[in-house]
């Protein structure tokens, strides 16, 4: 599995949805993308690249894009 | 996954402050119950290494020793980073360590309080957002935080421990609403003057000002203080949630 697909399963299983409404997907921008359903997120993506995210991280992850930007710059994941 | 019986046998405890006092007592009580350590000190000491070797031997557990010192924000954090390393699973968590301090107002200088918090508070809070979500994944989990009668009384002179013992017991409080839902239980234990080296850091004055408002007179045995967390850990204690219990022979 390619990290792109990795990133977009941690995505689909927290928040119940389909690969085609993850771009542009926004924090909040769905009702199970809360801050229940955002721990959930770094869950599953703290198992598929085992990392462990920094607090200020979590607090940036704002959307699809942003997290993106965040796993290649901080935690060396190449997307 | 946490086992759904009483026992404790088979489960991991991470400790902090276990080379001496409280935190040593809880950690021999875990060890006698087959519960596996995972020890977090300040820093290497070989009569706490042969300690633990004994225990291991005697009770057929694992310890697993960590260095952190929680007065520095990083040293916590890399801590926390080395335990994700470890893969060790955390089914309970006992922040003990802490330091007591006092002073009148005028002679509380803001770094005083700073220190107090930065041990007393911030890294338990750094320790706790880290190993909840070790738990969050398991879903399952114990965490139990060490107050004091300080958190909850007022004594003249004391204003940054108690405070900073008062942040801790919000803490546990607010804890134990927003991790239930992963089955995460969180209490805290609130001891009058226990008979560890911190009595002598505290004083005469304060020994005998806490004596004056005790119905039972006395220094509380660090074994009492160590069964009343091991019970807190077990789930006879499975609706106990976002407690402080006070151990203070009636105040
Ligand atoms: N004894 C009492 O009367 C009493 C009453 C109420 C509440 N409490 C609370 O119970 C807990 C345990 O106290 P105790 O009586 O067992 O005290 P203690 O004998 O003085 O032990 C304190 C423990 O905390 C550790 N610690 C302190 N500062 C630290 C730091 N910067 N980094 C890492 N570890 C640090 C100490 O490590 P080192 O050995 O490296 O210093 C030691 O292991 C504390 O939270 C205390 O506030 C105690």
Redesign the interface.
């Known amino acids: 599995m390619t990290n792109k697909e990795k990133y977009n399963e941690a995505f689909c299983n927290a928040f119940e949805i389909n690969q085609d409404q993850l771009n542009g997907l926004k924090y909040q921008g769905i009702k199970l993308w809360d801050s229940v359903g955002h721990m959930t997120l770094v869950a599953n993506l703290e198992d598929a690249f085992d990392i462990m995210m920094e607090t200020d991280d979590i607090i940036d992850f704002s959307s699809y894009e942003k997290g993106m930007e965040i796993l290649s710059t901080k935690y060396d994941v190449q997307f | 996954m946490c086992n759904s019986d009483s026992s404790l046998t088979g489960k991991y405890a991470l400790i902090t402050g276990c080379n001496r006092g409280i935190g040593k007592s809880i950690l021999q009580h875990f060890a006698e119950k087959g519960v596996n350590i995972i020890a977090c000190i300040r820093k290497k000491n070989e009569e706490f290494d042969v300690f633990c070797q004994k225990q291991m031997e005697l009770n057929q557990i694992s310890i697993h020793i960590f260095y952190a010192d929680l007065l520095e924000e990083e040293s916590v954090?890399q801590f926390?980073?080395d335990l994700?390393k470890s893969k060790l699973p955390v089914h309970i968590l006992i922040n003990n360590a802490g330091v007591v301090s006092k002073g009148l107002l005028p002679m509380t200088s803001m770094q005083q309080l700073k220190d107090v918090f930065q041990i007393n508070f911030f890294s338990q809070v750094q320790i706790t957002?880290?190993v909840s979500?070790i738990m969050?994944?398991q879903k399952c989990g114990v965490i139990i935080n060490m107050a004091s009668i300080g958190g909850m009384d007022a004594f003249p002179a004391y204003m940054s421990y108690g405070c900073s013992k008062a942040a801790i017991i919000y803490f546990t409080k607010t804890m134990s609403q927003e991790l239930a839902?992963y089955h995460i239980r969180v209490n805290a234990v609130a001891p009058s003057m226990t008979d560890t080296s911190m009595k002598e850091e505290m004083g005469e004055l304060a020994n005998m000002e806490i004596q004056r408002r005790c119905a039972i007179k006395g220094l509380i045995p660090v074994n009492d203080v160590a069964k009343i967390v091991l019970f807190l850990a077990s789930d006879d204690s499975s609706f106990i949630n976002g407690q402080i219990i006070r151990v203070d022979g009636g105040m």
């Open positions: 954090r926390v980073s994700y957002q880290g979500k969050m994944r839902s």
